[in-house]
């Protein structure tokens, strides 16, 4: 139970008479990279946000570091969540602020540091994305890599023990889209943190992944490396791997 960072145990959700979660069970492993695949408009976001606690189950259990959060109070989770840091799928920065101020933002919100303090954090967070030379440019003046970069920063500004990664490829061009990737990659094995990904877009993904797990229908259908993901014979894994034209999988010849 130790090296299980996330658990959910039998998560179920529904808006109205659309149900969207049916009995998800899944464990996240301390210090590796989770991608959650699925269809577009599948329950993967619904999902993250019961995660960080943004929305509540109808019915099962979620376990962050060992506390059970469905039932907190406002105050109790709010401090769970300073366990996460979050890479949201637009980046979310601040237009009005310039790079330097969007990454010391929750620095200076949820920490009594002092403004010295802050620049060395912040100097080496932009330090760690490759950003530094531009701390003084605003987001609208960054190209959509550079934005999620920045926003990759903020994201670890507070030390966080879990990154939340939301379609961090999303509208890059496939260059792009490979240095986030590998980006993501490099930071994430110096900086041993638990990272937890959610995209369609498998074939970057599997770039990235110590485990998948492939959502379909509500439910956690299939959980293991990408070489056993590849391998599956599963029938609704193989049809988003041949939609998404995966080489190697099990039945597919491409």
């Known amino acids: 139970m130790n090296d299980i960072v996330i658990k959910l145990i039998d998560i179920h959700k529904s808006f109205g008479n659309q149900k969207v979660l049916d009995g998800i069970n899944l464990e996240i492993e301390i210090g590796k990279t989770t991608?959650?695949?699925?269809?577009?408009?599948?329950?993967?976001?619904?999902l993250l946000k019961h995660i960080i606690?943004?929305?509540?189950?109808?019915?099962?259990?979620?376990?962050?570091?060992?506390?059970?959060?469905?039932?907190?109070?406002?105050?109790?989770?709010?401090?769970?969540?300073?366990?996460?840091?979050?890479?949201?799928?637009?980046?979310?920065l601040f237009d009005s602020m310039d790079v330097?101020?969007?990454?010391?933002?929750?620095?200076?919100?949820?920490?009594?540091?002092?403004?010295?303090?802050?620049?060395?954090?912040?100097?080496?967070?932009?330090?760690?994305?490759?950003?530094?030379?531009?701390?003084?440019?605003?987001?609208?003046?960054?190209?959509?890599?550079?934005?999620?970069?920045?926003?990759?920063?903020?994201?670890?500004?507070?030390?966080?023990a879990i990154i939340l990664f939301d379609e961090p490829t999303s509208a890059l061009d496939p260059i792009i889209s490979l240095t986030i990737l590998d980006l993501i990659k490099e930071t994430r094995?110096?900086?041993?943190?638990?990272?937890?990904?959610?995209?369609?877009?498998?074939?970057?993904?599997?770039?990235?992944?110590d485990k998948v797990a492939m959502l379909s229908n509500g439910r956690i259908i299939e959980y293991g490396t990408p070489l056993e993901i590849r391998q599956s014979t599963n029938d609704a894994t193989m049809e988003f791997l041949r939609a998404t034209k995966i080489p190697g999988f099990a039945g597919g010849d491409l």
């Open 189 to 209: 094995t110096y900086l041993k943190k638990t990272y937890l990904v959610i995209s369609h877009d498998i074939l970057g993904m599997f770039r990235i992944a």
């Open 53 to 92: 606690g943004l929305l509540k189950p109808d019915k099962g259990e979620i376990w962050i570091d060992g506390v059970e959060i469905t039932k907190l109070k406002e105050r109790d989770l709010n401090d769970v969540r300073k366990k996460f840091g979050m890479l949201f799928q637009e980046a979310a």
């Open 100 to 160: 330097f101020d969007n990454v010391a933002f929750p620095l200076r919100e949820h920490t009594r540091m002092t403004e010295a303090e802050i620049k060395g954090i912040v100097e080496d967070r932009l330090k760690q994305v490759g950003l530094l030379n531009v701390a003084e440019k605003i987001p609208s003046e960054l190209s959509g890599g550079m934005r999620k970069r920045v926003g990759l920063a903020r994201a670890l500004s507070l030390d966080p």
């Open 35 to 46: 991608v959650i695949i699925g269809k577009s408009g599948g329950g993967k976001s619904v």
